[in-house]
């Protein structure tokens, strides 16, 4: 298995464009999580889907974030518009009984 | 809500030394997790924890917990260069809660 896959690894946008991150989840695994890290506030845990429904989504930072999950192997992360203070390295992570994946991540950087 | 403490946040180490990152959490969790992340890299995960006086092993790297105390530890043994990463403690089912991070150096 080639594990949890990300795209891009990375981004460079300017301020107030769109910015779709995509994660292609581990064949089987049923709980699907968007973490953000940062130098400043670590790792935070966005949105977390079971079975593609979204479950708990009070980690989403404000409205100008959005997640989906169509079906079990894919997902997108959408920030619309982008801030510069939306910089960070955005993971991905698949969960199958009690061992999680974490994806290589996508390193975002918001001009 | 949850809250994960680790300490300390720095550590520098020489090698064949012995020492120990502490995890506190706040709330009862049925699961504890250890990774370690090298710089620019993801996230592997080390151990996980299930119950109450669960201890793993793997090579220079123990973990234990202790849910009645809501303390997590891991141990290092013997530290070596290869070790020196960035080590993550995290708690939660599936919300899970991370802690700040250890930035272990260990030193010839």
């Known amino acids: 298995d080639a594990g949890v896959i990300q795209s891009p690894r990375h981004e460079v946008t300017e301020m107030g464009q769109e910015v779709t991150l995509r994660c292609k989840p581990i064949?089987?695994?049923?709980?699907l999580f968007w973490y953000r890290q940062t130098m400043m506030r670590g790792l935070e845990l966005l949105i977390y889907?079971?079975?593609?429904?979204?479950?708990?989504d009070s980690g989403m930072p404000e409205d100008r974030f959005s997640a989906k999950m169509p079906n079990a192997s894919f997902s997108t992360l959408k920030i619309q518009p982008s801030e510069p203070r939306d910089s960070a390295v955005y993971f991905c992570?698949?969960?199958?009984?009690?061992?999680?994946?974490f994806g290589p991540g996508t390193r975002l950087t918001v001009t | 809500e949850l809250k994960v403490e680790q300490n300390p946040l720095f550590l520098s180490m020489q090698e064949g030394k012995n020492y120990t990152i502490y995890c506190n959490y706040s709330?009862?969790?049925?699961?504890l997790y250890w990774y370690r992340q090298d710089p620019g890299k993801s996230l592997e995960s080390l151990f996980v924890?299930?119950?109450?006086?669960a201890v793993k092993q793997e090579g220079r790297l123990m973990a234990s917990l202790d849910t009645k105390a809501r303390l997590s530890t891991l141990h290092i043994t013997a530290a070596v260069h290869d070790l020196s990463a960035t080590y993550f403690c995290?708690?939660?089912?599936?919300?899970?809660?991370f802690g700040a991070g250890t930035r272990l150096t260990v030193k010839p």
């Open positions: 889907f079971n079975n593609n429904v979204p479950i708990d």
């Open positions: 064949s089987g695994h049923d709980y």
């Open positions: 995290a708690v939660g089912n599936n919300d899970m809660r």
């Open positions: 709330t009862t969790s049925d699961r």
């Open positions: 924890l299930l119950s109450n006086g």
């Open positions: 992570a698949t969960l199958l009984g009690a061992e999680q994946y």
